[in-house]
Nanobody, 118 residues
Framework: QVQVVESGGGLVQPGGSLKLSCAAS????????MAWYRQAPGKQRELVAT???????NYADSLKGRFTISRDNAKTTVYLQMNSLQPEDTAVYYC????????????WGQGTQVTVSS
């Protein structure tokens, strides 16, 4: 059974940084794609960044340069380094994992709250 657990959210002042972590378990080998999404109050969930097992990363255009996605060597944990945070970055951040290229199913974590406020 695949499980996805995020951690690292919290309250941060504008201009500050935060690093989120997402650990996936129940996967054989390296996950095909691991991604971060976010959902702000009253808004739709949006893609933040993706990382595949080959090292390719993609970002939402509006977040390039401030957010960085990375994976550990075992490729079952993905991180999101967020810098220069602004109040509009306030959202619940979700991790999404697609374990296998041959299986289109993806798995969501429960989300972690990030609040940017002074």
């Amino acid at each position: 059974q695949v499980q996805v657990v995020e951690s690292g959210g919290g309250l941060v002042q504008p201009g500050g940084s935060l690093k989120l972590s997402c650990a996936a378990s129940g996967i054989v080998g390296s996950a095909y794609v691991m991604a971060w999404y976010r959902q702000a109050p009253g808004k739709q969930r949006e893609l933040v960044a993706t990382s595949d097992r080959f090292g390719t990363t993609n970002y939402a255009d509006s977040l390039k340069g401030r957010f960085t996605i990375s994976r550990d060597n075992a490729k079952t944990t993905v991180y999101l380094q967020m810098n220069s945070l602004q109040p509009e970055d306030t959202a619940v951040y979700y991790c999404n994992v697609r374990p296998y290229v041959s299986d289109p199913r993806t798995y969501w974590g429960q989300g972690t709250q990030v609040t940017v406020s002074s």
